[in-house]
Each structure stands twice: as structure tokens, then as C-alpha cells.
């Protein structure tokens, strides 16, 4: 994955802190970064180097429940900056080939690595491989202290920027874009905000938005998953346990099994009664030393499949049945229920004349056609985690006009499996 993160000179809908999909593995913490040798006109050596330890600071300090950490390891000489793919975090003040372009102040190029890291609230992130900073070389720069003592000159404050380009290293996106109108101040005035003014360092102090969302990316977590010996996919009745670890100790739990019933235990047990899709939601509230009350959700979309043995849909006498086509061609209507998704993933269709087995066929709906006028017998199959069912019917087979021949509603239908050996098996024992 590789993102272009840009922070303009000079806002829809004011909303929180953005993502951009990428976060940092906790092993390769504290993140190591350098920077070129070329020294920026407008900045004394070495400046340079304090100005990108005061931003990384400012994380840190601002956001301690992210547990930030980053090591400064010195000066890649003769570096030919720009967009790479070598792993390495570095600064660049000298921009020969115009990346940045005019009206931006500093780019950060962010690569990922392609691995999946873990997915919440819908999103994937994948993790971070290297984030390089890149600062516009056709502007003047200014330091807090100059724009604290009346001394910028329409220059833009390096600190705020840098603060901000290590919010997008870190996997932050904007607070607000461009075209946003952004009435919120904590929105607006964020480091995240996707610009800033000339002599302007108020957004180098992160405000609670920044700290929010850098805190779901790095800050206290909690993760549960199934136990090894239960089944997320079966046939109701289904009893699931979880079990949990958090990366912080907490004061109170609250499990939302999706089915209305909830719970309060840490690692619980619960039973599905009925049939469908059910997504977990877990809500953690805790209390740290260094960040004080914090709290952390996570939300595990359709995480349990609970199964009946395959039904007639609602209204429907038969698991399926038939309409003539035209000539020995038929239609077969298959009418099992589908309301929950997944639990049929299994299907075989077997054609008889007398005993002998005359066609095998796997497909929802099929048409069937029949070598000869006679009398057949079709046989339904249909299985999932729940189990399987079965159906058949006797089919006059003759030649007819279109759609001249119809079956029965809901002829046929038998909660029985037929024990053939191209017929689907069952999962689960009942």
C-alpha cells in the first residue's frame, strides 16, 4: 500500500480523526528516523534535528496512553531523498525534484507492507513499512520561538508541520478536508486539520481529537476471540466461549452477544438458540496510571453463524419443485431458505429412472434435461453448518410446449437425508 499525505498552505461536515489504514507493529517500537544533510537557509544547524525530537515529543507527551516512543539515528549523508521502499524513516529538507510542489508545505510518503495487521470497524489496516518526510524547499521557515517573539515574516512554523507529517507517519489521516466544512474548533484546530496559516503554531499542541484517534491505533486495547474448542459455525442450539486479553488492567466489562442478551463476565460462555448471523460487541473501561479513564470497544461484525437444518423459505410447502421448459427441459425451482447467509453452502441435485442413477448435478436452480419421455424420480440435497435436509419428487417427464408443466406447491418436501454418495454429509452432530 502506498499513500500520498499532503498538508496545504492555506473546510463539509465537521467529523473526528481519519485512519489511513496503516499502524506501526509494537515490536518495531521506538521508531528510528533520520534526516538528509542538506541544512535549510532559514533554519541554524542544528535546529534541524531538535525541531523533528520537539514534534515526536509532542506525541508522546500529549498522547502518553499511546505509549509513543522514537530514536533519533543521526544523519544519512549523501542521501538522494524521495520516495523509497528500504524501510527507513528519513527527513528531508531538500526537494530537487519538485515532489512536494507549490502550495504544499511537506509530504509524507507512507508504505505499508502489505500484510493484514487487523481489521476493525470495517477497516483493514496493514502494517507500516517506512513513512519519509518531505518538506517544500521554496518556503521560509520559522521557529516556535521566532513566532512566539513577533519575529515570522510570513513564514510557516516548522514545528507544526512536522508535528503534523508525524501524525500521518504514525497512520493518522485528516481531522477535516479541503472541501469540509468544519465547524468543530477541536476539529479545526487540530494537528491533524489538513492546513495551517503562516506564523501559526497552535496546531503543534495535539487537541482530544488527535489524542483519540492516535489512541485507537496504539493506546489501551483489549482483543477476544473464540476458545479453541468452540465452534463460531454450527447448528442451533450453539454454545460459543470467548476469551480475552487486554493490554491494560480494567474496571468494567460489557459483552453484546447480538442476540439481545449481554454479560458481564470476562471470559463468558454464552448459547445461541436461534438461527443467524450475530456480530459481538465488546465495550472495556479501564483506569492507568500515566493516562488516567480510558475506554475501548471493539466490534466483531457476523463473528457467530448459527445454522438450522436446512427449510422451505417462509410461505413455501417444499424444499423445492419444478415447471416444464420446453420440450424434455424442466425447471427446477429450488425454495430453500436463504435468510441467513451461509448456512446452505452445500448443494446436490440426483436424477433417477427407476433405480439407476441418470445425472449428478450442483447448482441452485438447474435445468434438467431429460434424455428421453418416462418417469423419473429428482432428489435435493441441501446442507450447511446446521446439518442437512432432503426432498423429491416424481416427475411425468413428456414433451412439452413452454411452460406448460408445473408441480405441485411445496410436493415432495421430506426432512430426511437421502443417503446417496454424491450427496452432501453433515457437519455437525445432533
Known sequence: MNALLLLAMAGGDAHAWE??????????????WYITDYVEDSLEDPYHHEVIETAYSNWEVDAPCARLNFDNLGVREGYNQGQTTEGIN??????????????????TYTIGTGDVAFTRGG?????????????????????????????????????????????????????CEQNDDCPDLDHRYAVMYWSTGPCDNYQGQLKDDDI?????????????????????????????????????????ITWDFGDGNTSNEESPCHTYEDKGQFTINLAIEGEEEECGTWEYTEREQAFVLVC???????????LFTYEGVSGLTYQMINQTDTSVYGCIDQIAWHVFKGEELVQEIQAWSPKIEFAEEGDYRVVLNVGGPGGVSAAELNIEVTEVSEGCVTAPVGAGFASLFIGLGAAVRRRRSV
Do not use: K
Open 308 to 318: 438450522g437444518e436446512p427449510e422451505p423459505s417462509e410461505g413455501f410447502g417444499g
Open 90 to 107: 528519513t527527513f528531508a529538507y531538500d526537494d530537487p525534484d519538485d515532489q512536494v510542489g507549490s502550495g504544499t508545505l511537506a509530504v
Open 123 to 175: 477497516d483493514t489496516y496493514q502494517w507500516y513499512l517506512e513513512g519519509d518526510i518531505i518538506y517544500n524547499d521554496d518556503l521560509g521557515w520559522a521557529t516556535t520561538e521566532d513566532i512566539a517573539n513577533g519575529q515570522c515574516n510570513n513564514e510557516y512554523s516548522v514545528e507544526a508541520v512536522t508535528t503534523h507529517e508525524i501524525g500521518h507517519q504514525l497512520g493518522m489521516g485528516h481531522s
Open 19 to 32: 485512519h489511513i489504514g496503516l499502524v506501526w507493529d509494537r515490536d518495531d517500537f521506538p521508531i528510528e
Open 212 to 252: 483519540e484517534g492516535i489512541n485507537a491505533l496504539y493506546g489501551p486495547f483489549c482483543e477476544f476471540e473464540a476458545t479453541e474448542d468452540s465452534e463460531r459455525f454450527g447448528g442451533a442450539p450453539l454454545e460459543i466461549c470467548f476469551e480475552l486479553n487486554c493490554s491494560e488492567e480494567y474496571t468494567s
